[in-house]
C-alpha cells in the first residue's frame, strides 16, 4: 500500500542528511503530525561555505558547526540518530544503517551531499586532501602550519622550496576561496611569524583543467577574478591537467611542481548509498528527480540537493549549491505538510538569488541577475549573506569579531598545531621515474 494511503495518524519521515537541504526541511516540518528521523555520519551540522577559514586559520571549527541534537533540541516530533546509511529497500521502505540497525519510513528524504571525486585515482587523497568535513579543514590547516615550520628549519634554499609551494587543484569557489587565503596567509600574516622565511619565498598555483575558472559564472567576472589571484602573487594556470599526485608534488602535462601542500578542490561525486536506490546515475553519479523532486515510480522518496539532477524549464540542470538544497528542503517540507490531503504535488521551482565568491580580504566577486561587482563591495555582499546563514546568534557574533580583528590587524587566530609533527613518508620513484632531491640522502 502506497505511504499516500494510508489512515496512520503519525507517519514517519526518515531524512538521510544533516546538511542545508535535510536540515531546512526537518524544520520546515516542525509542529506537524510527522514522526521525523534526521540521520547523519556526523554529529553537527556544518557551514561548508566558511570550511576553508578553517583550514587556513581564520576561524575556529566551533565557528562554523553546531550539535545536529542541539538544533531540534525544542522540536518534539523530531529525533537524531548517528549513523551512517549504507542501503534504502525502496520497494520494503527501509533504509540500513552500517551497525546493522534497519529503520522503516513512511517518506524518505534523501539529501546525504557529496564527497571529493579523484575521477579513478582515489591513491591521490592521501597527498591531496580534499575540504568536505572539519577534519579535512584540521588536516590541511594542520600541513599548512608543519610545513613552514619545516622551513623554517631548512638551511637548504632548493629543499626549503617545498615546503613554500602550495599547489591548489581546483578553480570553482572552494579553490579560488582557497588560493586567496592562503596567498594572505603565507604572504602577509603567519609568515610573520617565521623569521627565517621570507614572503617572496612562497608561491602559490591553482590549477584548473578547464579555460577559465568559476564556471559558473560570468566571463568578465572570471578575468576580474584572475587579476584579482595574480595580484595576490597566486599562479593561475588554465587548461592544465593534473596526471599524477604524490607526496612530493604534483605532475601535469605541463611539468612537475614540487610541494608539501597539495589540496584537491577540483571535483565531486553523489554519496555511494544512492547506488543502492538502483537508480541510473548521472553526472558524478546524481540521480535524476522528477518535477517533484521524487524518484520515478516512487512517490515516496525525495532526492534533494547535492544529491539530485534537476532540470528547470529552460533544460539546465540546477547546480550543487546550497541555496538550491534549502529550496528544495522547503520544497518538499511544504508537499508533505500541506499538500498530500489533496492529491497535490507542485512542480519545484527554483529561485536564482545569485552567486559570489570570495577571494581575499576585500576582493570578491558576485553575480545577481542583471547586476555583476567585482571587488570590495562583492566581498562585503558575500560577508553578509554568509554570516546570515550561519546557525545561531553565537556564531554569527563570534565570526563578525573574527574577521573585524582580521580585517585591521592581518592576524588570523587559530593557528594551533594540535597533531604530533610527522616526517615525510618519502616515495622512492617519482611519476617520471626519477628521484626527486627530497629523497637524497643527506650527509651526516
Known sequence: MDADSRTDKKRHIVIVGAGFGG??????????????????????????????????????????????????????????????VVAVDKHRRTV??????????????????????????????????????????LKIRERILLSLEKADRENDPQKRKKYLNFVIVGGGPTGVEL???????????????????????TSITLIEALPHILSAFDPGLRSEAIKMLNGMGVEVQLDTMVTSVDNHGVETKSGYIESANVIWAAGNEASPVLKSLNVTGGKAGRLPVERDLTLKGFP???????????????????????????QQG???????????????????????????????????????????FAGFFAWVLWSFVHIFFLIGFRNRFRVMAEWGWYYFTFRGSFRLITGLPRNDSPVPVSPRGKKHPANEKRNP
Open 300 to 326: 515516496s522518496i525525495f532526492v534533494i540537493g547535492d544529491a539530485a539532477i534537476f532540470t528547470d524549464d529552460s533544460g539546465s540542470e540546477l547546480p550543487a549549491l546550497a541555496p538550491v538544497a534549502m
Open 330 to 372: 522547503r520544497h518538499v517540507a511544504k508537499l508533505l505538510r500541506d499538500h498530500l490531503k489533496e492529491g497535490i504535488r507542485p512542480v519545484f521551482q527554483y529561485k536564482n538569488k545569485g552567486k559570489m565568491a570570495t577571494i581575499g580580504r576585500a576582493k570578491g566577486v558576485a553575480e545577481m541577475g542583471r547586476f555583476k
Open 23 to 84: 536540515l531546512t526541511a526537518a524544520q520546515a516540518l516542525k509542529d506537524t503530525d510527522y514522526d521525523i528521523t534526521i540521520i547523519d555520519r556526523t554529529n553537527h551540522l556544518l557551514f561548508q561555505p566558511l570550511l576553508y577559514q578553517v583550514a587556513t586559520a581564520s576561524l575556529s571549527p566551533g565557528d562554523i558547526a553546531m550539535p545536529v541534537r542541539a538544533v531540534f533540541r525544542n522540536q518534539a516530533n523530531a529525533s537524531v540518530i548517528l549513523g551512517e
Open 179 to 201: 588560493a586567496g587565503a592562503i596567498s594572505e596567509i603565507v604572504k602577509r600574516t603567519v609568515i610573520r611569524d617565521y623569521k627565517r622565511v621570507q614572503p617572496t619565498d
Open 96 to 137: 540500513t544503517l552500517a551497525d546493522g540497525e534497519i529503520l522503516t519510513f513512511d517518506y524518505l528524504i534523501m539529501a546525504p551531499g557529496t564527497r571529493h571525486s579523484y575521477f579513478g585515482h582515489a591513491e591521490w587523497e592521501i597527498n591531496a586532501p580534499g575540504l568536505k568535513t572539519l577534519a579535512d579543514a
